[in-house]
């Protein structure tokens, strides 16, 4: 069974940058896109980004200037960056696995759905 | 790109069946077939429930059932349940390679 955890500083400072981790167990991080989803207190869910395993990504427009997705394979982890943040950046983030038609994603091919995810992290901005 | 519409909230007693839409246009729900709806208790990880429109994960319930007509998904759940009180967000693919998500419907089973 899949198994993704979230990890990292539960407050950051306005201005600084959000760092955070997911790693992967019960599976490989291999031939599947991983996405960071985030969820502000008392409110919806917004896609940040994906990272496909051997690298390539994409980013919500509305956050791509601030967002940076990697992954290392050998860990079977893939992380989240995001600057200069905002009381605005407060959320529940999460973690999730892509899955493609057929289940394992093939390079260019289109996330068809989210179906495993991690627990989730509160990260707060405040001084 | 904006997030898909669903209605604040939605009610129904047990036994009975209920329906969410998820309203968006032409250049996302009405464009693609890639519609996924998601089921979250509070304080847990959202879990998906339906994808590519009408189609369910192994193993789920088949009193969940989505469709789409036009631009506007919909999410039926049949037999109301105790546990199928939650929140629930659909997700639809917008092109670019990018994602967006409903505002979320909460569930009361009266």
């Known amino acids: 069974q899949v198994q993704l955890q979230e990890s990292g500083p539960g407050l950051v400072k306005p201005s600084e940058t959000l760092s955070l981790t997911c790693t992967v167990s019960g599976g490989s991080i291999s031939h599947y896109y991983w996405s960071w989803i985030r969820q502000p207190p008392g409110k919806g869910l917004e896609w940040i980004g ?21 992954v290392d394979t050998s860990k079977n982890q893939f992380s989240l960056k995001l600057s200069s943040v905002t009381a605005a950046d407060t959320a529940v983030y999460y973690c999730a696995r892509g899955g493609c038609s057929g289940g394992i994603c093939y390079p260019y091919d289109t996330i068809y759905y989210f179906d495993y995810w991690g627990q989730g992290t509160l990260v707060t901005v405040s001084s | 790109q904006s997030a ?6 939605v009610s129904g007693s047990p036994g009975q069946s209920i329906t969410i839409s998820c309203t968006g246009t032409s250049s996302d729900v009405g464009n693609y077939n890639l519609v996924s709806w998601y089921q979250q208790h509070p304080g ?30 919909s999410l039926t759940i049949s037999g ?8 629930y967000y659909c997700c ?6 990018t994602w967006v998500f409903g505002g979320g419907t909460k569930l009361t089973v009266l």
């Open chain 2, 4 to 9: 898909l519409t669903q209605p604040a909230s």
């Open chain 1, 50 to 70: 994906y990272i496909y395993y051997s690298g390539s990504t994409n980013y919500n427009p509305s956050l791509k200037s601030r967002v940076t997705i990697s």
């Open chain 2, 92 to 97: 639809s693919y917008v092109g670019s390679s």
């Open chain 2, 44 to 73: 847990k990880a959202p879990k998906l429930m339906i994808y590519e429109g009408s189609k369910r994960p192994s193993g789920l319930s088949n009193r969940f059932s989505g469709s789409k007509s036009g631009n506007t998904a």
């Open chain 2, 80 to 87: 109301l349940q105790a546990e199928d009180e939650a929140d």
